[in-house]
């Protein structure tokens, strides 16, 4: 079946740092890759996609690509700020479900 | 604002009672689904509707249940709560069932509290 495995938490990390969250994926067929992120207090917010393979999703600075060969989405950005802190999830739609990752925690401090 | 509206935002009751958590979908979305989000569980699907009708359904308990109205609002009722009930609750839409970039729009949630 299809499922979602994410990078454990928490994550911190200091102002303007690298960041990386792993994520790979199991699943039959083309299934569409998101990552959304959850502010404190808030819903979850759609922040980035990609529906093939060796597509790259971005939005605020994050990046991830779809690599089927190894079947990961990591997120990455390059330069994180205080204002990046919040839960980050992966996510899987594939056939008529949608699957979500455990989430993971990151805290940037100054 | 993702164009998916919840009530109440905070809802406060005892155990054993009973509450109904209602959801709008965005417009033009047909697919509506329930989440529970705690902070020993993380994110838990409920179940998923679709133009009406029953999709999906995840960990979503025998005291739960759920429906979707013609004008495709939804509403979660919730009985004989327990403690462990309280939680945030999240509905998303989405434009389809499923397929390829179908992406869910989050509602700002439902805070239960049981006590």
């Known amino acids: 079946g299809n499922s979602v495995t994410q990078m454990e938490g928490p994550v911190t990390l200091s102002e303007e740092a690298f960041l990386t969250i792993n994520c790979t994926y199991t699943a039959t067929g083309y299934p569409s890759l998101f990552w959304y992120v959850q502010y404190p207090g808030e819903g979850l917010q759609l922040l980035l996609k990609a529906t093939k393979a060796d597509d790259k999703g971005s939005n605020k600075g994050f990046e991830a690509t779809y690599r089927k060969e190894t079947t990961s989405f990591h997120l990455e950005k390059g330069s994180v700020q205080v204002s990046d802190s919040a839960v980050y999830f992966c996510?899987?739609?594939?056939?008529?479900?949608?699957?979500f990752g455990t989430g993971t925690s990151l805290t940037v401090i100054p | 604002d993702s164009g998916v509206t919840q009530t109440p935002k905070h809802l406060i009751t005892a155990t054993g009672q009973r509450v109904t958590l209602r959801c709008s979908p965005r417009?033009?979305?047909?697919?509506v689904y329930w989440y529970q989000q705690s902070l020993d569980q993380g994110l838990q699907f409920l179940i998923q509707?679709?133009?009406?009708?029953?999709?999906a359904k995840g960990n979503i308990l025998e005291r739960f249940s759920a429906q979707q109205f013609p004008d495709l609002h939804s509403e979660l009722n919730l009985s004989s709560l327990e403690l462990g009930d309280s939680a945030l609750y999240f509905c998303a839409s989405s434009r389809t069932s499923g397929g390829a970039g179908n992406e869910q729009f989050f509602g700002p949630g439902t805070r239960l509290t049981v006590l």
């Open positions: 996510a899987l739609s594939g056939g008529d479900q949608f699957y």
């Open positions: 509707y679709y133009n009406g009708e029953e999709r």
């Open positions: 417009s033009g979305d047909l697919s």
